[in-house]
């Protein structure tokens, strides 16, 4: 099927911060997306898009990924780390046709329960 001459498709930087928020809050060694610093700075500047937790840098048809988070407790970091990395690269390139550069996860910290919870 041939779309040549039908116009372009326009994404707003929005949508992937929303596919890697979506993939990201789905993992279970996850609590919760956190704030960084840096996406006070991005958000005044207007340079790139950026949400509490998530920035997306895209140039051109590439596109490069930060995600700060809060692990749940009892999970191993490094392959929680690992595992996001390649389901955040999967889902932008299976839902958008983008080329990731790469997917930096930043664990911030780690939730701790109350001894309730941990009944």
């Known amino acids: 099927m041939e779309t040549e001459g039908l116009g372009k498709v326009t ?30 700075v991005g958000r005044i500047l207007g340079v790139e898009s950026v949400e509490d937790g998530v920035r997306v840098d895209v140039e051109g048809n590439s596109v490069a990924v930060d995600v700060h988070l809060v692990a749940k407790q009892n999970v191993n970091l490094l392959q929680l780390g690992r595992h996001l990395q390649g389901d955040v690269a999967r889902a932008i390139s299976d839902m958008v046709g983008l080329v990731v550069r790469e997917v930096n996860v930043y664990i911030e910290d780690v939730e701790i329960s109350s001894p309730d919870e941990q009944v």
């Open 11 to 40: 994404l707003a930087p929005n949508v992937l911060v929303t596919i890697v928020r979506l993939t990201v809050q789905a993992d279970p060694g996850v609590a919760r997306l956190c704030k960084d610093w840096r996406s006070d």
